[in-house]
């Protein structure tokens, strides 16, 4: 059974930062895609930032300079952190993985900015 467990959400004022951590069990997680979406309420969900299993990123402009990916394979665990937080940060971010036909969510977490 795949399960991606993401951990790390919370409140925080402006200017702070969090680091977001998703936990992979049930796949050979060095071959995924990983990557973090957000969706903020009465929103879309939207593309966050992505890794590729050889290490390469790519980010949304409205955090780039800001948020940095990263993966550790040894433990199967996708980073997200965030500095420099904004209001306009605030969201539900899910943890995702992609291999060809396969697409994996994890359950979210919450991750507020507000003074």
């Known amino acids: 059974q795949v399960q991606l467990v993401e951990s790390g959400g919370g409140l925080v004022q402006p200017g702070e930062s969090l680091r977001l951590s998703c936990a992979a069990s049930?796949?050979?997680?060095?071959?995924?895609?990983m990557g973090w979406y957000r969706q903020a309420p009465g929103k879309q969900r939207e593309l966050v930032a992505t890794?590729?299993?050889?290490?390469?990123?790519n980010y949304a402009d409205s955090v780039k300079g800001r948020f940095t990916i990263s993966r550790t394979n040894t433990n199967n665990t996708v980073y997200l952190q965030m500095n420099n937080l904004k209001p306009e940060d605030t969201a539900v971010y899910y943890c995702?993985?992609?291999?060809?036909?396969?697409?994996?969510w994890g359950q979210g977490t919450q991750v507020t900015v507000s003074s």
């Open positions: 995702n993985a992609v291999k060809s036909a396969y697409t994996y």
């Open positions: 049930g796949i050979i997680f060095s071959i995924y895609a």
């Open positions: 890794i590729t299993r050889g290490g390469s990123t």
